[in-house]
């Protein structure tokens, strides 16, 4: 495959990305990630990571993609943003209890893994065959960084990857293959000075620059931590139930972040006012049937009754 070949096929494959409807694919040669490797071993020995064990798991594969997918040469990144304005009107008006707004519309696994699956087919026809896998978080997979490789964005102080159309309202997956597409220039760190997610964050989560501790963020808090919040953290959820999007309503990058086009990221109406009961007080039937196919339902209900009666009761005074 001579250069221009592969400059040639590196461009069908990010149109056709765009023209399944992601918003920017990008490219970066498949490698060892050593420095992210020391930072991720790093993190994990202060127990930042809390009771994510998962995270502990499969550590050789998740910074190095060529023991995930032997033979290995490129990873393909791609973005969807979601930035609705249903979703900010909804927070402007709404007082009650709030979800992460990547979680108010169809679960974006879903989405996106059926139009990876036809990038990835696409490919394998463009090329004769390829050996390769496709994933939305699905492995051992640190896709941030590979998006921030793929000139996708720079990772931001609040650990969110960033990018300067889309500000952090995006969601991410990729193709591991076998194909070595030309790769992308990395993007500069466009934060600057800036420290508002920092200042924003009511638990302290984001106790220094680019480094996050899982434990005390309100996402890991509702989503991640099967138990029940920790009561020296429950008064400073700030009404959040599942997930949190605090540190990104602050950052001045998603104030002029581009909205999203997908159908199946946009938000469900229902999601977006309580229930006339409140939150905290639905059946087990009503959970069920609203949020069927949404991210949302990686909470139990228990767990999720739980974080809204909490979330309830944490609801900043206006």
């Known amino acids: ?37 020391f930072r991720l071993e790093n993190w994990l020995q202060q127990n930042l990571h809390g009771s994510m064990s998962w995270m502990e798991r499969n550590f050789d594969k998740r910074v190095d993609p060529t023991l995930l997918v032997p033979g290995a040469k490129s990873v393909v990144s ?20 709030k979800i992460a707004k990547y979680a108010r519309g169809r679960d974006y696994h879903k989405v996106f893994k059926r139009k990876l699956k036809k990038l990835f087919q696409f490919t394998d026809e463009l090329t004769g065959g390829v050996n390769g896998r496709f994933f939305v978080d ?13 000139g996708l964005g720079w990772i931001g102080k ?27 220039l990395p993007v500069t760190d466009h934060c600057g000075s800036c420290t508002l997610c920092i200042d924003a964050c009511p638990t302290n989560a984001i106790h220094e620059p680019y480094r996050v501790d ?17 009561e020296l953290f429950q008064e400073q959820m700030s009404g959040w139930m599942f997930g949190c999007d605090i540190c ?11 909205y999203g086009t997908d159908p199946g990221l946009m938000p469900r109406q229902e999601l977006l006012t309580p229930p006339d009961d409140g939150w905290s007080r639905i059946t087990e039937e009503q959970y069920l049937k609203l949020f069927e196919g949404t991210a949302v339902k990686r909470a139990s209900f228990s767990k999720f009754a739980g974080n809204a009666l909490i979330a309830e009761k944490s609801l900043p005074t206006k």
């Open 1 to 37: 495959m001579n250069v221009q070949s592969r400059s040639d096929l590196t461009l069908s494959v990010r149109n056709k990305a765009l023209e399944l409807g992601f918003d920017a694919c990008g490219f970066a040669r498949a490698e060892p990630l050593d420095r992210e490797a």
């Open 78 to 97: 791609v973005i969807m943003g979601y930035r609705n304005e249903l979703n900010e009107q909804s927070d402007l008006s709404n007082n009650g209890p």
């Open 138 to 150: 699905s492995a051992p997979v640190m896709d941030k960084v590979w998006a921030q490789r793929a």
């Open 158 to 184: 609040n650990s969110n990857l960033l990018n300067k159309k889309f500000g952090s309202w995006f969601l991410i997956g990729e193709m591991i293959t076998d194909i070595p597409f030309v790769p992308d």
């Open 214 to 230: 899982a434990r005390r963020c309100i996402s890991y808090l509702t989503i991640e931590l099967k138990e029940r919040c920790p």
């Open 248 to 258: 990104q309503d602050v950052c001045p990058w998603n104030r002029k972040a581009d």
